[in-house]
């Protein structure tokens, strides 16, 4: 059963019990377990996490004296820039704000009984994703990689070389089967070539594909609209 | 040496004219005229000095090539680019034919006199270029024949092809030296049926596209009457809060009056959060998606439906008023009538937003639970449960292609998702 670290942000005992609630509610569907520690201001949760707390989900506050939601966001985003924060709000208006933080959602109060399943369902595949591994025997020998480590396969000759940060490895198969191995992953075929992890692409235009390592790929005519289709459906959380 | 420099001639106004019919019909895909039309001249050359090696079968290679040309260079399935193709193919015919029994039935010797066949060579070309031309200055904006489906096709074929096989019948004749003159004002009656029935055809598509803007105006007039009914409904909604707001002021002037400030204290706070919620919205820093969101939102609320909304700072995006209109309005209509069937089902629905730009790109998901698949091919909703919600898509692909940004849909068991990306 899966378990997670779950801190709850909220000045209002009633607000962190509500939280609480929702998540036994969901572990109980779900078939999963929520670890939950409750704090009654954002400053003393920021210190927790600064001395080394590390949970896997925050749910946070906006309205709290002291340091409201926002600030705390911003100074826990500076510890763990990738943790998922779901900032509990009476006010819609602050929708804007949440997304300075890179808030993963952005909840109202008074919907959260409707809301909270929507928004643990997409967390809990956004941490899946990042934790997806895939065992590959490489010429280099047999080597479990992060699938999210993959920026891109290339075919050199009758071999294909995983690109993985500044590393590379090399493969024998045809990039076909890379392909179809890879493309429920958020992989896409975009040129004989080359098979791209789209989670390294940040734009496509003029038949062109930009990578965020700074690679550029062209992309044939006859694979371009399949390419971007294929492209906002992962950004979109589709695929 | 005269013989090919003629031929030359012939085919490069025969590439113009094919060059314009094309572009009648599709959109290029990124290709200039100075790349598309030296790779049909080329085509058109290679297939006329085919005839050398394999006879009349070079109709059919011409034919093959031109599909081919027409579907690497423009935006056209395979079935459009050969009927296109076929057409263009078949106007040449037809008209090569009507000069050349036009001239015999004046009584020129099309057999033996090189200078008349010369000049038929010519003339006849030229006539289909002026006549290609005139379509082109009747319909300027032409450029929708994705617009038909397969069926509709249908009845613009059969005159072409009925005449193809006439004319075939008259050249043979021809051919075999028994032409009457009749039969040479008869494919001139034929040539103008078909000059006609493409008439037809063109302007039915015109037709068509200006139906499909029409409805596209027609959405943009009911989103903003929607949201000035929701306006409407605010202000009332407002006039009677003040009403309340009134009396609860009253309560509180009396709570103080009797000393007890701490529960006038409790009620202002109270009052006070409750006019915050009321007051509340979304805010993109952009006016015109604020309005369309919040108008949505409210709808959205009315029917049971809830919304999480995830939104950067809009300010910078560069889409005129109608076109956020027509994206977001339609897409989160959409949206929320499927909702309203599963809220209906006695279950909840939550529709997610993301509307965020970000290094020049604008980024728009929308995503709502579904009653059941849908099925979803080539870019669009095959199984559409009314005809609304289909136009509603095509119309905002339509502005998304504009701006050459993605548009994609998928739809499992369990949700329907909407992407856009546009780069500025």
Redesign the interface.
């Known amino acids: 059963m899966e378990n997670y670290t779950v801190f709850i942000c909220d000045d209002k005992v009633k607000d962190r019990n509500k939280v609480n609630k929702l998540l036994v509610q969901y572990g109980t569907t779900h078939s999963c377990t929520f670890e939950v520690a409750e704090y009654s201001s954002g400053d003393v949760l920021v210190c927790e996490i600064k001395e080394g707390q590390v949970p896997d989900i925050i749910f946070l506050d906006i309205n709290m004296e002291k340091m409201d939601g926002i600030k705390a966001a911003k100074e826990i985003r500076g510890v763990l820039p990738d943790v998922p924060i779901v900032l509990v709000t009476a006010y819609i208006n602050y929708a804007l704000e949440g997304y300075k933080v890179k808030a993963s959602r952005f909840l109202v109060k008074d919907d959260l009984e409707d809301t909270v399943t929507e928004c643990l369902d997409s967390i809990r595949t956004e941490i899946k994703k990042e934790s997806r591994e895939r065992e590959f025997s490489f010429v280099e020998g047999k080597i479990r990689l992060k699938l999210d480590d993959i920026i891109y396969v290339e075919t050199n000759a009758h071999v294909q070389v995983f690109h993985v940060g500044d590393f590379t490895y090399r493969i024998y198969k045809k990039l076909e089967d890379v392909e179809n191995e890879l493309a429920p992953y958020g992989f896409a075929r975009v040129h004989k070539s080359f098979v791209v992890n789209l989670k390294y692409v940040t734009k496509i235009s003029s038949y062109r594909m930009y990578l965020s390592t700074g690679k550029e790929l062209s992309i044939p005519r006859d694979r371009y609209n399949e390419v971007k289709s294929r492209h906002a459906l992962y950004k979109g959380g589709s695929l | 040496m005269m013989k090919f420099l003629l031929s030359v001639l012939i085919v490069f106004i025969e590439t113009y004219s094919f060059d314009l019919l094309y572009g009648l019909f599709f959109n290029s ?2 290709f200039k005229w100075y790349v598309r039309i030296p790779i049909l001249f080329v085509l058109n050359m290679a297939g006329a000095l085919s005839m050398y090696l394999i006879g009349t079968w070079k109709i059919a290679l011409i034919l093959v090539m031109l599909i081919i040309y027409c579907k ?1 260079i423009y935006d056209s399935s395979w079935w459009q680019s050969g009927f296109v193709s076929g057409f263009c193919y078949l106007y040449v015919f037809l008209t090569d034919s009507l000069f050349l029994m036009l001239a015999y039935t004046m009584g020129f010797d099309v057999v033996q006199d090189y200078s008349v066949i010369s000049v038929l060579s010519v003339l006849s070309p030229v006539a289909y270029a002026v006549i290609v031309l005139c379509f082109r200055k009747l319909f300027p904006q032409r450029k929708r024949i994705g617009l038909f489906d397969g069926k509709e096709w249908i009845p613009f074929t059969v005159i072409p092809v009925i005449s193809l096989a006439c004319y075939l019948y008259l050249y043979n004749e021809f051919l075999q030296g028994g032409f009457r003159k009749g039969q040479g004002y008869a494919a001139i009656v034929l040539y103008v049926i078909n000059l006609a029935m493409f008439y037809i055809l063109l302007r039915t598509l015109r037709d068509k596209e200006d139906l499909r803007v029409a409805s596209v105006k027609e959405n943009d007039i009911k989103s903003r009457l929607d949201y000035f009914h929701d306006m409407q409904k605010v202000y009332e909604r407002q006039g009677k809060k003040l009403h309340d707001y009134k009396n609860q002021l009253q309560t509180m002037q009396e709570l103080i009056k009797s000393g007890d400030t701490d529960k006038a204290l409790h009620f202002a706070e109270g009052l006070t ?1 409750s006019i ?2 009321e007051m ?6 952009n006016s015109v998606i604020n309005a369309v969101l919040n108008q949505k ?1 409210r709808t959205a609320g009315s029917r049971g439906i ?1 919304m ?6 809009l300010s910078r995006i560069r889409l005129i008023e109608e076109e956020i209109v027509i994206i977001f309005s339609n897409l989160l209509d959409n949206a929320i009538h499927e909702c309203e069937r599963i809220v209906a089902g006695g279950n ?1 629905a ?1 529709i ?1 937003v ?1 509307a ?1 730009f970000e ?1 020049g ?1 604008f ?1 728009l ?1 929308v ?1 709502n639970p579904v009653m059941a698949r849908v099925e979803i091919s080539d ?1 669009q909703v095959v199984t559409a449960v009314e005809e609304g919600h289909g136009i509603g898509l095509t119309n905002v692909r339509d502005v998304v292609e504009k701006y ?1 940004g ?3 849909l ?1 739809c499992d068991d369990k949700e329907f ?5 546009i ?1 500025f």
């Open positions: 895909k990124g690497t959060e915050s919620v509340s919205a979304v805010n993109t820093n939102y809830k999480i909304f995830t939104v950067g700072d909840k939550v997610s993301k965020v290094d790109q980024e998901y995503k870019g050459d993605s548009f994609a998928a998702i909407v992407a856009v990306i780069s």
